[in-house]
């Protein structure tokens, strides 16, 4: 099935928005099986959107088009879709109705504006969007399927997943498909490809293996496709856990698992609290840790310990140390990861320091250098590594292969 | 001038990476005037390429292409443009003495793909990249123009600033026009919006002003046309001066500014150190506050103090506080507050505790409830704040909120 995202709005013309809702529809469909042919992104007049869904249609044989469905002026695509099939627009009495209730729960006036958003291309099929007052339609025209949503992106995911998918599913019904995603860290993509050279040439007919890198961290992807549903599980399976088995190392979980999450749930099945003593990641671990929903089940705080006083004030750094070896050095590091666990309620902690540039880099320690160390009070480990020149990605890839450390060291006790 | 932008990849069909690119285009093209008409995304194949183009052409006077152009068997660009214009490839070898040199400087070895790499549609004007090796091509067509450029971002924006945009304001010379974008912070789209009716209306032919909305900050841009380059200046002066007369408050910063960079100013201007006191926004604040480079001048660190024993235990909050009062609570905040700036080395701290949820609200209580303390230690202000229910959105809303009472704060020092 080939299919056609069609985007209706100014906003992303100007680059007032980033268009992540075709991303994340790209994602949902590839998952699905079906095929992303284009995607196509036009204004708010009814040309540019006539002209849209012409080309649209000219690719796909569905056309999946968000945006302009808003209760102002500018929102004309079910206008200009009236116009394109050559249909009415006819008043849809369950979407006003449904509409009216949710200005009662909200206790907020309704206006004629939100009336005329109950109309409707007489040929549409309503796709009731729970999350919005604008519902999703769906239309079969000329042997093909347009599909509109709003544009917002948790009301189109929403339609997406509860009506559009579904029913795409059972209009151009495929081969079964299936995927196994396994989240590695710490490799590169290249390292890991040469690795798998033999077993992607061992894949059978139908099956393939998918790299998806991220900062520090790479998604494997097997998906396979076949006729009977339970064969395809079981290579699946199988394929999945040599992959498992060759890179024990370097996977930390599957599916949509993210590395913070992972972790977590290593503190949370040791009964163990964690802290972070950062310095050139200047609190961004700390706040990656905490973005997981109930992270403070296993995590108490942190000292950002940006400044060489705080180091010694809060976490007993010695001035030696800082003296002898510097901020950047292996023996600081330690004494501030040892200090966290001595000064803060935890049992493990991370501390790190390093140069992220674009300043304070020399021949010796350049933009890119970090040390980092893990200890638990009894055992300290340490390591170094080196990244590239931008301070944004720096601070990311340090903060990856910190968390990725602490997993290593969490996986021994 | 009417825009296509045409970009040429499968990744960002599988919603494998994002489309900033044509974000980042379209903002540079309309605060040059220029005007993107549609944004089209292609796949790998000489077919796709090719209908692209071809409805790329359709609509705009000049298509920007970006993708395609690396060492790989899937980046088959310029061969889809050659067979589309109908123009041979030719070798280019002022190109190829460049790669050879950046290469040598690399001291790593370069292959026969890097040397095909040098075939270009002989129609093509190159376009010097410093930034890779793949250079830009200019190209007229059917008197219309198109541009090649590599999809990597930075390569893409150097080959936009120093090559298109200037070559696109020559061959399509319009009217001057100039901008003055104004910084705000605190205050919703809809309420300056109406406080700027007025202004709107009367606003001379050739001129407008845009909302431009992040969480919790909106900027506003006024855009003029006019032959007159002087007078356009001043008109835009004078417009910018009623809107920094009506708006003072809530004004951080002019241009490209950020909220963290203009508090950082303020910090070095008066030679005052920041520290933050962090319990719901688990670090996030100090992560905005380091993302500034140099910020090491005036930010010494933090304690991200999520359990309650870190706040007792490091900045010295009462366990009767806590107990009568609870973490969320201003009585709480002030204590962290106050704490920050008597146990680390600095002269101002800010401090924070909420509800980000999604877990964790009560009735009194809810999600998105925060308290917000500033404090020099001898003079301490505090705020509270209500957000909604979505945890990434809440501590992003929190972290301005609360960088913006530092700024208000620090205005009266």
Sequence with gaps: MKISLLTVGDEILIGQVVDTNSAWMGQQLNLAGARVVTVISVGDTMEAIHTGIREALDQGDVVLMTGGLGPTKDDIT??????????????????????????????????????????????????????????????????KVIVSMPGVPYEMQYLMENEVLPKLKKSFPGQPIAHRTILTVGEGESHIAEKLEDFEEELPEGFKLAYLPQIGQVRLRITGTGTDEAALHQILDEKAAIIKARFADIIYGYGTETLEGAVGKMLKERGLKLTTAESCTGGYMAHRITSVAGSSDYFVGSVIAYANEVKMQILGVKPETLDTHGAVSEQTVIEMAEGAVRV??????????????????????????????????????????RAGKDRDKNIQYFTVHALNQLRQFLKQL
Excluded at 117 to 135: D, H
Excluded at 354 to 361: E, L, N, V, Y
């Design 78 to 143: 079910k206008k200009a879709l009236s116009e394109y099939m050559g249909v009415d627009m006819v008043f849809h009495q369950a979407t006003f109705e449904r509409i009216t209730k949710m200005f009662e729960v909200w206790g907020r006036p309704m206006n004629e504006a939100h009336r005329l958003q109950c109309f409707m291309p007489a040929n549409a099929e309503i796709l009731t969007n729970k999350m919005g007052t604008a519902p999703g339609m769906w239309m079969e025209y000329a042997g």
């Design 344 to 385: 803060l309620p935890a049992d493990v902690a991370i501390a790190i320091s390093g140069i992220a540039g674009p300043g304070g880099g020399s021949d010796t320690k350049p933009v890119g250098l970090a040390w980092i160390a893990v200890s638990n009070g009894q055992t300290t480990k340490t390591f170094s590594i």
